[in-house]
């Protein structure tokens, strides 16, 4: 259910920000190492929230992973991981990134 929730969200910002006039917005998964709580995703969400040209961001400490939503005209994807890196004490590296990201499975 929160995937579903999540998913939502993420194309009802899409869909705003392209009605807006705003550059086409892509989505990015981050994997984001030592989340183990409801407040890392709160830390690692305000941080990533704070970013200029980030719309939106969900992070979940049970995948261990952050979408992000974001305006590639004002914010790289290197840039938004490396805002975690150096403005809390996970670890973030991008899964993937662009219109069509998809979340890959973690390496087994």
């Not at 910002?13 to 990015?28: D, H, Y």
């Not at 938004?80 to 662009?98: D, K, M, V």
Request: glycine share 8%; with cysteine; net charge positive.
């Amino acid at each position: 259910m929160a995937k579903t929730r999540t998913l939502a969200v993420v194309l009802a910002l899409a869909a705003l920000a392209s009605a807006a006039g705003a550059g086409a917005a892509e989505r990015l998964v981050l994997k984001v190492d030592g989340m183990v709580c409801p407040a890392c995703e709160r830390a690692v969400e305000s941080v990533l929230r704070s970013q200029p040209g980030v719309l939106e961001a969900r992070a979940s400490f049970r995948t261990g992973r952050a979408t992000v939503l974001y305006d590639p005209e004002r914010v790289t994807p290197e840039e938004i991981a490396e805002a975690i890196n150096t403005r809390t004490f996970y670890r973030a590296r991008i899964l993937g990134s662009g219109e069509g990201a998809q979340a890959r499975p973690p390496a087994q």
